[in-house]
């Protein structure tokens, strides 16, 4: 099968602020139940994704482009650039703000089961 991702609007995604977009590489269907996100995120300016927390799976982002601030499950906040991977474990919460007034933060998302 070959496809294009399947475009998703979210506005306040992990409880944060602005519109996302959210391009799904594979649904939750497609990934046969070992997770629940593989996608492409765009967060323009002003958006971010809010502090939430993950219970029994695990999350990593990859950096594409722009910058962020990422909160790590202790508070600490890290400016990511492209490139970088932020990975919570289960149990773990996490946040993501755009760090640019300008520019979008572009990143891949795989949540995947414990």
């Known amino acids: 099968m070959v496809r294009k991702p399947i475009l998703q609007i979210r506005e306040g995604l992990g409880n944060g602020k602005g519109p996302a ?5 594979e649904t939750k269907e497609e990934l046969l139940g070992h997770g629940r996100m593989y996608a492409r995120i765009v967060l323009p300016p002003g958006s971010y994704i809010g502090w939430h927390q993950h219970v029994g799976e695990t999350e990593s982002y990859y950096i594409l482009k722009g910058e962020g601030i990422f909160t790590d499950n202790d508070g600490t906040k890290t400016h990511v650039f492209p490139d970088d991977v932020c ?28």
């Open 87 to 114: 990975t919570i474990v289960p149990g773990q919460s996490h946040a993501l703000d755009n760090a640019s007034d300008t520019e979008p933060v572009e990143f891949v998302a795989l949540i995947h089961n414990d």
């Open 21 to 25: 977009e959210v391009y799904h590489i």
